[in-house]
């Protein structure tokens, strides 16, 4: 029934009722003012004695019958020699043969004009709609092993190209999304494997049968940081999940300034542990929409990767305003392919290669809160080493 009653289908049949109905909206008035216009001139003949054009060889030679009386009226003769003369009910049966023949070619030429539209309405919808069969078709075939086909339909930029040319678009977005997926499982198992194995090692090497207490305790110390490593991969993979869905209108208005001062004070002993110098530039009252818990974890990530990838006597300024969020800490040079990548999942640093305490997920799920917030986020090396990174708000 779907195939049936298509826009093809549809398409024809408008184009053969519109075109009978106007067809036959003409050819109504035509004939109805063709009959009142015969119609009245009988009459009229008849009431004034003029001559009929009907032609008989009754009567005299020359002469004209008044159509009501039995005289004859002397007349012009006609070509052939008898004369034309009137008779009122031969002429209304010859307006009534005429009317009736009118009729039926009317009839005849209404199905024609039907047939003609249908059959234009149907070449034509058959041409304009080949490129949305391109399209189902081409959506049908497209699954997660085959997101590289692409429609590339050409011809004139009208509204079918540039739909086209929008899925196009969506495809490129999705095989991204996919590729960026698949990449980041792949990562993530390669993460989560490295804490398992290494406990498995302590078990089996550590607690053999001729273990002692000190290998015992050196074991679990072991077994314990790894746990805490796991841990804090899964709460950052879950964080980067969470910031991933979305906001689905968990919005509140708070004070990114004091925000910042709250994550600060809270982040002065890792900082001291460090020998990093934390500060945050007073500011006015920056006040936005947004999820707190999730601007929150945004800005205790920046807080924690400007300490964490620094070198003893550095510095890490934050500043918050009413145009976003900045900040800025020394450290290490770095290269610009680096900070290119810097937000993907289970990138690192250089120096934080090697770090324990660190996933490699801060900064991705920093991009993913800006992401869900529709903000802008801005990370460039500095000249004298280290890094900025700038959230806009606005």
């Known amino acids: 029934m779907t195939r049936l009653w298509s826009i093809r289908a549809r398409t024809t049949l408008t184009f053969a009722v519109a075109s009978m109905v106007l ?37 005299d030679a020359g002469d004209w019958w008044t159509g009501s009386g039995d005289r004859p009226v002397r007349g012009p003769e006609h070509s052939s020699g008898t004369s034309l003369h009137v008779r009122g009910p031969e002429a209304v049966m010859v307006v009534a043969v005429a009317n009736r023949t009118q009729w039926q070619w009317a009839a005849v030429g209404v199905l024609a004009a039907g047939l003609l539209a249908g059959g234009t309405g149907w070449v034509v919808s058959r041409r304009v709609l080949r490129p949305i069969d391109r399209i189902t078709d081409t959506a ?29 678009d969506l495809l490129d977005r999705l095989e991204a999304a996919f590729e960026s997926q698949r990449r980041f499982v792949a990562q993530a198992s390669h993460e989560l494997r490295t804490p398992l194995a290494v406990q498995r090692t302590a078990l089996q090497v550590g607690l053999g049968e001729d273990a002692r207490p000190d290998d015992v305790v050196a ?22 999940a969470e910031a991933d869905r979305g906001l689905d209108g968990r919005v509140d208005e708070l004070d990114l300034a004091e925000l910042a001062g709250q994550v600060v004070a809270g982040q002065r002993d890792h900082a001291r542990a460090a020998k990093v110098s934390l500060t945050v530039e007073p500011s006015p009252s920056a006040v936005v929409s947004a999820e707190p818990v ?9 807080v924690d990767n400007a300490v964490e990838y620094n070198e003893p006597g550095g510095f890490v300024r934050v500043s918050a305003g009413p145009d976003g969020l900045c900040v800025e800490n020394s450290g290490p040079a770095v290269s610009a392919a680096d900070v290119a990548v810097l937000v993907e999942p289970f990138r690192r640093g250089a120096q934080g290669a090697a770090s324990r305490r660190h996933s490699g997920l801060g900064l991705s799920i920093v991009a993913a809160i800006v992401r869900a917030h529709g903000w802008s986020l801005t990370v460039e090396p500095r000249p004298d080493g280290g890094l900025r990174v700038r959230v806009a708000t606005v």
């Open 23 to 59: 067809t036959a909206a003409v050819v109504l008035l035509v004939t109805w003012a063709s009959t009142v216009t015969l119609t009245g001139a009988i009459d009229g003949g008849a009431a004034e004695r003029t001559p009929s054009l009907r032609s008989t060889t009754e009567g």
């Open 140 to 168: 049908r075939r497209l699954s997660a092993s085959t997101l590289h086909e692409r429609i590339g339909l050409d011809g004139p930029d009208d509204e079918l190209r540039r739909l086209a040319g929008t899925i196009d």
């Open 219 to 240: 074991v679990r110390e072991e077994l314990l940081e790894q746990n805490r490593r796991t841990e804090h991969l899964v709460e950052s993979l879950l964080a980067l």
């Open 294 to 302: 999730l601007v929150r974890q945004l800005v205790a990530n920046l």
